[in-house]
């Protein structure tokens, strides 16, 4: 339960980031939509979904006995017929969330590296600073995690917004209509064998080439297997 407490604040923080995201670009693209909902905000609250934000990552870190969560914010309402340029403020809205993931991944792995030189420099706080380095090490895995999945191309993932521009008109309609089975279609995919671990490679690898880099920076007692 420690892990969770530690994890939580990341998983919250990251897919707030990721809607906060979509609200700005699409505001800034035209589309008030957001902005007049109260959306256009870091305050977690307007954003909780209490069954993706609660009940799903409580349910899975339970399931998993600790070894794994996940979890989402309520998605950003847009109004894409808003946008100045549909085509261009669709990419760019769309992009947005992913885009920040892959940014707070970057700078989780650097915070990471800050708090281990810290810890070096002061050893009388390495209690405290190892438990931030464990919450930034979950941020790490978590946001690159967040920007692979969403760019699977099913609709509504962020993903299918930007394949959908791929295609031609007629065939891009017909694609974009799989929205309305969006989630039921997301879940049968990840229950194929080994479809998941697929799909979800890039973030694997991504998460692993990052503490190659980092892990010489981690505190004792961080995290097993991460030497100090």
Request: with cysteine.
């Amino acid at each position: 339960m420690t892990d969770f407490l530690v994890f939580l604040p990341i998983l919250l923080f990251s897919v707030v980031a990721h809607e906060y995201a979509h609200a700005w670009t699409a505001f800034r693209q035209g589309d008030p939509t957001a902005y007049q909902l109260g959306r256009l905000t870091l305050n977690p609250v307007p954003h909780i979904d209490p069954m993706m934000s609660v009940v799903v990552p409580v349910g899975l870190w339970l399931l998993s006995h600790g070894a794994f969560t996940f979890g989402a914010a309520k998605p950003v309402p847009i109004n894409p017929r808003n946008f100045r340029n549909y085509r261009r403020g669709d990419l760019i809205v769309s992009s947005a969330g992913i885009v920040t993931n892959l940014m707070l991944a970057v700078a989780c792995a650097l915070t990471f590296g800050a708090l281990g030189i810290a810890g070096r420099a002061l050893p009388e706080l390495v209690g405290v600073l190892s438990i931030l380095q464990r919450m930034v090490f979950y941020g790490v895995f978590l946001n690159y995690i967040l920007a692979f999945f969403n760019l699977i191309p099913v609709p509504p993932l962020d993903g299918s917004h930007i394949f959908y521009h791929l295609l031609p008109a007629a065939q891009g309609a017909r694609y974009r209509e799989l929205g309305r089975f969006g989630f039921v279609l997301i879940v049968a995919i990840f229950m194929i064998p080994s479809v998941g671990d697929v799909l979800l490679w890039p973030a694997v690898a991504a998460s692993r080439a990052t503490y190659g880099v980092i892990g010489g920076f981690a505190l004792p007692g961080m995290l097993p297997g991460m030497a100090p």
